[in-house]
């Protein structure tokens, strides 16, 4: 299978990068969690917003990103074929409708808007530093999910991956659009 930008999965790109993330795989994670915290934190000590309407857009930022966290929690296990009692990890098959249609990992996407959130929120340029090291550690996870997902579920994944974008919301739509004219 042929790479298509960063929208579509290929075995050569997983195999490289897991063979980093195989032994390190947790690093990610634990920098990603530990940028929010840190994030979090400079929030409340920096000192005042320049501009209070971005505070605004902020906090509306902050829901978005929090919903999209939530609801793969709840939408994945059922639509996912999860056996009962299973969680996200235990997904039997690969998810291609609702939310799923238009971005592959939105719960990531939701974490990346904390992020900024955060920096619309603090409005200083050290919440921001903190924020683009997170985002990039949450991207690498994002890749790390997209090998261990064609790993597990295969040819079926990379199709899948072709035509919906890892994290990239306005082309996940435009695409969505475009392929319910095409139907």
Partial sequence: MKEIGA????WQTCRKVGEVLKARGWIPFAAAAVLLVSGTALLWTVG?????????VGWAVLLGGMAL????????????????GGGVTQTTAVVTTGLYAVIRHPL???????????????????????????IGSVYVICVHEDRRLLARFGEEYARSSCSVPR??????????LRRSKRS
């Fill in 108 to 134: 990531y996407l939701g974490w990346m808007l904390a992020y900024v959130a955060l920096v619309l929120i603090a409005q200083h340029w050290l919440v921001a530093l903190v924020a683009v090291a997170g």
């Fill in 69 to 84: 966290m939530a609801l793969p929690l709840i939408l994945l296990p059922r639509k996912g074929q999860a056996p009962r």
């Fill in 7 to 10: 929208a579509c999965v290929d």
């Fill in 167 to 176: 994290v990239n919301l306005v082309s996940g739509i435009v695409r969505l």
């Fill in 48 to 56: 005042n917003p320049i501009w209070i309407p971005l505070v605004y």
